[in-house]
């Protein structure tokens, strides 16, 4: 419990600078009011004073503001993922070393699954992802399958986000009672999968992956994938060769998260 009221422009002002975030570090006013209900001259008023402070720029061209670098400041203190990627990193190195594949651990992080450690090394097969990356709820085995194993209230706020984002993979979240089957599905075989779109677009269509939750009982606390070249590996011997690895590795994790937070 806070001891004062919220200041209401302020936490308006937050609004907005979250929403021009969440829209791809672009926006107009016009998407900005779409995303967040704001009316749209406070929504104007907040920009400025955004702008004002450094935030965020407005395009001199278009109509469009940008979020600035000295966004980044307002996460520098933020440590969560450095140190579930102290807990994970051990075991995944062990992981890779086992199944000879790469993978990426990440917690859900408002509007992204934020990577916190990956075993992906230098070179021409994969596109390097570094701690830090925010990946794509809805087109990744990461966000879909933390989306799965997470409380229904949680994901139906997610959900509703992405609806207005304009994305191919975020389709589902357009339809509800596609989204109820395709998260039951979910977790009734235990995994997701990668978006076939977002496989094309961000790795050419050649790599494709598996992602577990990392749950102690009931409490989920991050996802963890396998990533594979599908020209080598198709899905189906995938899913018979490292699933089950890929579970073990994850009840591995959520055993030492348990104990950690335990403490």
Sequence with gaps: MT????????????????????????????EIH???GIDKSTIVRMLETLAHAGFVVRDE????YEVTGKS???????????AVGT?????????????????????????????VETSRQAGPMLVNRHPGYRAPILATSLGMAYLAFCGAEERDAVLAQEAEIDAPWNLIARNPAEAAETFSAI????????HPEYSRLEYSNK??????????????????????LKT?????????????????AAARIGNELAQRSDA
């Design 187 to 194: 977790r009734r075989q235990g995994y997701a999968t990668m």
């Design 207 to 228: 790599i494709s992956s598996i992602g577990v939750p990392i749950m102690d009982g009931n409490k989920i606390f991050a996802t963890i994938n396998v990533l594979f």
């Design 34 to 36: 779409r995303h967040t």
């Design 3 to 30: 001891s004062y009221r919220p200041v209401a422009a302020a936490v308006r002002c937050l609004d907005v600078l979250m929403a021009t975030n969440r829209l791809r570090g672009r926006a107009t006013v016009g």
């Design 61 to 64: 061209e278009t109509p469009v």
């Design 72 to 82: 980044l400041l307002l996460s520098s203190g933020y440590d969560r993922h450095r």
């Design 232 to 248: 080598v590996l198709p899905v189906e011997n995938a899913l018979r060769t490292l699933l089950d690895p890929l579970v073990g």
């Design 87 to 115: 807990i994970v990193s051990p075991i995944m190195t062990e992981f890779r070393t086992a199944i000879g594949w790469p993978s990426d651990a990440a917690i859900f992080d408002q509007d992204a699954m934020l990577l």
